[in-house]
């Protein structure tokens, strides 16, 4: 059974850039939940995806979106690049909505 | 809004000894789950054990074991025969359930573990 995936590993940025980042889903989770984890912190809730529609939004501004594939893959957005954005984005996957999430390795993005 | 308190930013152990790692949580709601994850240097979140709010008995796995006060909104975490391989980032978590819509998780701001050989 493969577990969750993320790419790429790390990443760095000019602010005012755009970036995406992808995550694949553990075999047969339909779920796809993203945090963002600034150096020292708990990881912040960003959106959750559920076949394929966005079903709930933490306290980040829309330049913050995403996409759920067929596949139940998934790609985070993010336009406008901020130094405050640099931080550690991770993917988490469930088999249903309410299950325990599974966590990827995790995309280290630094914006200069 | 629900909060998660870890009140230790940093906690050490002698291999093989007992560790136990505080978390308080507040929320209106009856129905929840709780857990405790680690995060090594590796960065990889893991999953070390989940506590659902219906269940009295406290969770269990090996060598980890929870108390859960749920009039107390406290959830500890208790790591038994500390091993090296142990030394981490807990971080105690809430999610609200079932729900429609939102299903997040809401982390605390993480206890650093140490274990000294």
């Known amino acids: 059974e493969t577990g969750v995936t993320q790419s790429p590993t790390h990443l760095i940025k000019t602010r005012g850039q755009q970036v995406t980042l992808r995550c694949s889903s553990q075999?047969?989770?339909?779920?796809v939940s993203w945090y963002q984890q600034a150096l020292g912190q708990g990881p912040q809730f960003i959106f959750q995806?559920?076949?394929?529609?966005?079903?709930g939004r933490g306290n980040f501004p829309p330049r913050f979106s995403g996409l759920q594939f067929p596949n139940y893959s998934s790609e985070l957005n993010v336009n406008a690049l901020e130094l405050d954005d640099s931080a550690l984005y991770l993917c988490?996957?469930?088999?249903?909505?309410?299950?325990?999430?599974?966590f990827g390795p995790g995309t280290r993005l630094t914006v200069t | 809004a629900q909060t998660v308190t870890q009140s230790q930013p940093e906690m050490s152990v002698q291999e093989a000894e007992t560790v136990t790692l505080s978390c308080t949580y507040d929320?209106?709601?009856?129905?929840?789950?709780l857990f405790w994850y680690k995060q090594p240097p590796s960065r990889q979140m893991i999953l070390v054990i989940r506590?659902?709010?219906?269940?009295?008995q406290n969770a269990t796995e090996n060598r980890f074991s929870v108390n859960f006060q749920k009039a107390a909104k406290s959830f500890s975490l208790k790591i038994s025969d500390s091993q090296l391989g142990d030394t981490a980032m807990y971080f105690c978590?809430?999610?609200?359930?079932?729900?429609?819509?939102?299903?997040?998780?809401?982390f605390g701001a993480g206890t650093i573990l140490r274990v000294k050989s």
């Open positions: 988490a996957s469930s088999l249903h909505r309410t299950d325990e999430q599974y």
């Open positions: 075999s047969g989770h339909n779920t």
């Open positions: 995806y559920y076949r394929e529609e966005e079903n």
């Open positions: 929320t209106s709601e009856n129905n929840y789950y």
């Open positions: 506590q659902e709010a219906y269940k009295q």
């Open positions: 978590a809430f999610m609200e359930g079932p729900m429609e819509y939102g299903n997040k998780l809401v």
